[in-house]
């Protein structure tokens, strides 16, 4: 595996983990400080659309390397090396399976009418206003997040595994 091929794999993961890590952790909470819960909506949805780009170009970069760097492994790969790699491919098809999840979620709760934001305490929380599908809708996006960042912490372990096993 070449250096540029990790380093595109690193930088990739670090975008879409380090981006969902801010989102869910602090800009999802941090909208309760505003008064206007419509206000609250249009922030978060504004937030997500403007990192999800961002996020789906370093998720792809990892998805591909990931392949790149799975076609050429070690010459002898090691069993814990093999252990980590398949727990590795399913850490990414859960990464992906729970970032569309959310980002589907969060647009289906976000924009109940048109040219309008739903009333929300916070991304994943509704007000007493909130549609009860919207809040259902929500109620999808914390488990989503949750995968999302579950996922990612699975990907950065089981990828230093397999980094200090193949520099064996």
Not at 7 to 29: F, K, R, S
Not at 118 to 132: I, K, L, R
């Amino acid at each position: 595996m070449g250096s540029i091929t990790r380093a595109i794999h690193d930088v990739g993961t670090a975008i879409w983990y380090g981006g969902n890590i801010m989102g869910v952790l602090a800009l999802n909470p941090a909208v309760e400080v505003l008064d206007d819960p419509e206000e609250r909506g249009k922030m978060v949805d504004e937030g997500w659309a403007r990192f999800q780009p961002w996020g789906a170009a370093g998720l792809a970069a990892t998805v591909v390397t990931h392949i790149l760097m799975r076609r050429n492994p070690p010459r002898r790969p090691s069993d814990r090396y093999k252990t980590a790699a398949m727990i590795k491919d399913l850490c990414l098809g859960a990464a992906c399976v729970s970032s569309v999840a959310s980002m589907a979620l969060g647009e289906y709760a976000m924009h109940q009418e048109p040219d309008a934001y739903t009333p929300v305490d916070s991304a994943t929380t509704g007000t007493e206003e909130t549609p009860d599908d919207t809040k259902a809708a929500q109620s999808g996006l914390t488990v989503a997040s949750w995968g999302i960042l579950i996922s990612g912490l699975g990907l950065l372990v089981t990828n230093a595994i397999c980094a200090a096993e193949r520099e064996k």
